[in-house]
């Protein structure tokens, strides 16, 4: 059974920066797309950043410059360094990993930016 496990949130002021870690343990898989997530109360869940197994990456509107995505393909983990972070960017980030038709979701981590 793969699980996948976010780790790195917390609390910080508003312009510092945190590592979100996340790491997929359990054989059978090499994921190809590694993906970030985040999610406040009554919204949807929306694209962070992702990276294909060729380096491509893509993020979201709100984080371009600011967060970089980045990947360890032979421990199956992904990073997002994020950088003058913004009270704006307090969600839950969850961490996806994807090969073919699978799937599999993290738990999720709070990151909460103070003003």
């Known amino acids: 059974q793969v699980q996948v496990v976010e780790s790195g949130g917390g609390l910080v002021q508003a312009g510092e920066s945190l590592r979100l870690s996340c790491a997929a343990s359990g054989r059978g898989f090499s994921f190809n797309i590694k993906g970030w997530y985040r999610q406040t109360p009554g919204n949807e869940r929306e694209l962070v950043a992702m990276i294909t197994s060729g380096g491509e990456a893509r993020y979201g509107n709100s984080v371009k410059g600011r967060f970089t995505i980045s990947q360890d393909k032979s421990r199956n983990t992904v990073y997002l360094q994020m950088n003058n972070l913004k009270p704006e960017d307090t969600a839950v980030y969850y961490c996806?990993?994807?090969?073919?038709?699978?799937?599999?979701w993290g738990q999720g981590t709070q990151v909460t930016v103070s003003s």
């Open positions: 996806k990993m994807a090969v073919g038709n699978v799937e599999k």
